[in-house]
Nanobody, 122 residues
């Protein structure tokens, strides 16, 4: 069982940065692949980024590639999503999730946090 708690969301101007964190409980955190997803109002949840158990492999949605960086610190049971050059269209609720295997498919994630809201203003 893994419990996930996101933090770091907020209101930021376009072009600004935010660093989201996701703290995990559970002794086996380091064995899980992790992902970030987001859901904007009126839209379906979409993949943002994924990272494997060691942090050595990452994948990003094209819309965030080059602007977002996904990392993890297994000693702290925490993953991070550094978001730079934020755009209006990045506004959404952001969720972290844990999966047994590295994947970009939301259906393959077993555990989810409750989300943190990111609002990008002009």
């Amino acid at each position: 069982q893994v419990q996930l708690v996101e933090s770091g969301g907020g209101l930021v101007q376009a072009g600004g940065s935010l660093n989201l964190s996701c703290a995990a409980s559970g002794r086996t955190f380091s064995s899980y692949a992790m992902g970030w997803f987001r859901q904007a109002p009126g839209k379906e949840r979409e993949f943002v980024a994924a990272i494997n158990w060691s942090g050595g492999v990452t994948s990003y949605a094209n819309s965030v590639k080059g602007r977002f960086t996904f990392s993890r610190d297994n000693a702290k049971n925490t993953v991070y999503l550094q978001m730079n050059s934020l755009k209006l269209e990045d506004t959404a609720d952001y969720y972290c999730a844990a999966a047994e295997r590295f994947t970009t498919y939301s259906s393959r994630y077993d555990y989810w946090g409750k989300g943190t809201q990111v609002t990008v203003s002009s």
